[in-house]
C-alpha cells in the first residue's frame, strides 16, 4: 500500500511540474562612459524596450508609450535652479511621478551657471557633474536617497499605478555596487536591489534601468542611492558624490492584485499531496 501510495505521488508531482510555469523575467540595461554619446544607444534601447510614443503630458491611462523627465523645464532648456521641495510634486499629475527625500529636498540645478546651481554648494561640482540633457540635474539635498512613486497622470496623485520599467541617468558615478536603484512592486514588496555601473572620472555618465515581462508584477515605487554621501562644501578621497539627470518610465496603469504564481502553486500542491501520502502510510502502519 504504501509503495502504490508513494508511486501516485511521484506520478502527480511529475504531472504538476509538467505544467507551465512562471519565469519571472526582469531584463536589465546598463551601461556607463566617458561622455553622453557612450551611453547613448542603451538609453535608445531602453526607450525602445519601454514603447512608444512620449506621452508627454497626456493624462492617463494611455494603451502604450512611455514617460520621459529631463528637469530642463521644456523649450529652450532653462539654466536656473529650482528651491529644494520634498515632496517634490511638480510632474505628479501630468506624469504620474512624486518623488521624496529624507534630507532638505530635492532640486533641479545646473552644475554651474544661473541661480541655485550646484557649484554655489561646492565650487568642484562645477568640473564634477554634467547633463546627460541640457542643463538642469536632479539631486536631493541634505540626503543620498531619492525615493520615487507612480500614480495615474492626471489624477493629481490620488491614483496609485505602477510601470512595467525605470530607469535613470546617473552623472560621476565613481565606486562600483555603491549608486543603486531599489525596485519595490505595488504591494511594497522588493523586487531587488540593482547596481549602477560605474566609469572612472570626472563628468562620466551611468544608465541603469530593467523592464519586467507581463508575468511579473508592476513597479510601484523605487528608491535611489546616490553615491555614499550628501552633497556638501567639504570633500574626502572616500567620498562618492553622484547626481541624476533623465528618467525613463513606462506609461503608469492601474496596479491589479496579484494571484500566486504558476510554480507557488504547484509547489504547494506537491506538498499537500505528500502529507497527504505520509499521513496515509502512518495510519496504514498503525493498523498492523
Do not use: C
Not at 187 to 192: E, T, Y
Amino acid at each position: 500500500m504504501a509503495l502504490s501510495m508513494r508511486a501516485v505521488v511521484v506520478a502527480l508531482a511529475g504531472m504538476l511540474l509538467a505544467l507551465p510555469m512562471d519565469a519571472g523575467a526582469i531584463t536589465i540595461f546598463s551601461d556607463a562612459g566617458a561622455s553622453s554619446a557612450a551611453i547613448q544607444d542603451t538609453v535608445d534601447a531602453y526607450r525602445a524596450a519601454l514603447g512608444d510614443p512620449i506621452n508627454g503630458n497626456n493624462p492617463g491611462p494611455l494603451a502604450a508609450g512611455r514617460r520621459e523627465i529631463n528637469w530642463d523645464g521644456g523649450g529652450p532648456p532653462v539654466i536656473d535652479g529650482t528651491a529644494p521641495l520634498t515632496p517634490f510634486v511638480v510632474f505628479q499629475n501630468t506624469r504620474g511621478g512624486t518623488f521624496t527625500t529624507p534630507g532638505t529636498g530635492l532640486t533641479q540645478a545646473a552644475a554651474t551657471g544661473g541661480l541655485l546651481s550646484l557649484d554655489l554648494i561646492n565650487p568642484t561640482y562645477a568640473a564634477l557633474f554634467a547633463p546627460f540633457s541640457p542643463n538642469r540635474l536632479f539631486t536631493p539635498l541634505g540626503s543620498n536617497v531619492t525615493d520615487g512613486s507612480f500614480s495615474i497622470p492626471g489624477s493629481g496623485g490620488t491614483v496609485a499605478a505602477g510601470v512595467q520599467g525605470f530607469g535613470a541617468v546617473f552623472s560621476d558615478v565613481d565606486l562600483a555596487s555603491v549608486t543603486t536603484i531599489q525596485y519595490f512592486d505595488t504591494d511594497g514588496n522588493s523586487l531587488g536591489i540593482f547596481n549602477v555601473p560605474a566609469f572612472q572620472g570626472n563628468q562620466t555618465f551611468s544608465f541603469l534601468g530593467i523592464t519586467t515581462d507581463a508575468n511579473e508584477p508592476l513597479i510601484g515605487s523605487f528608491r535611489i542611492v546616490t553615491g555614499n554621501a550628501a552633497l556638501g562644501p567639504n570633500e574626502s578621497p572616500t567620498v562618492d558624490l553622484v547626481v541624476m539627470d533623465d528618467f525613463f518610465y513606462a506609461e503608469p496603469r492601474l496596479a491589479i492584485n496579484r494571484v500566486p504564481q504558476p510554480l507557488s502553486v504547484q509547489l504547494l500542491a506537491i506538498g499537500l499531496l505528500a502529507l497527504a501520502a505520509l499521513s496515509r502510510v502512518a495510519r496504514g502502519g498503525a493498523r498492523r
